[in-house]
């Protein structure tokens, strides 16, 4: 089982930057491959970013390639999204997910674990 819990949240102005980072609980969380997920109002959750375990590879939802860095740190159980030149559409609660899964798997919503979110507010 992992427990997650996302922290980094905030209001910034547009083209400013965050960086989001969630923590797992369990010992098993390298052999997770990790996502981050976004909700605006109104809207279905949206794929942004996911590692694989090792944190070799990384891919991106084409609306943050360039703007946005998924990475993780296994020895701290920690993975990050560091967003820089933040828009008012990033606007959103961000969720982080965890899955022992394929990367297109997750992209398509299948994770097992969620976190609880955090909110992204970006003033233009």
């Known amino acids: 089982q992992v427990q997650l819990g996302e922290s980094g949240g905030g209001l910034v102005q547009a083209g400013g930057s965050l960086r989001l980072s969630c923590a797992a609980s369990?010992?098993?969380?390298?052999?997770?491959?990790m996502a981050w997920f976004r909700q605006a109002p109104g809207k279905e959750r949206e794929f942004v970013a996911a590692v694989s375990w090792s944190g070799g590879m990384t891919y991106y939802a084409d609306s943050v390639k360039g703007r946005f860095t998924i990475s993780r740190d296994n020895a701290k159980n920690t993975v990050y999204l560091q967003m820089n030149n933040l828009k008012s559409e990033d606007t959103a609660v961000y969720y982080c997910?965890?899955?022992?899964?394929?990367?297109?798997?997750?992209?398509?919503?299948?994770?097992?674990?969620w976190g609880q979110g955090t909110q992204v507010t970006v003033s233009s």
């Open positions: 369990g010992r098993t969380f390298s052999t997770y491959a």
């Open positions: 997910g965890a899955a022992q899964n394929t990367i297109a798997a997750m992209q398509r919503g299948n994770i097992e674990h």
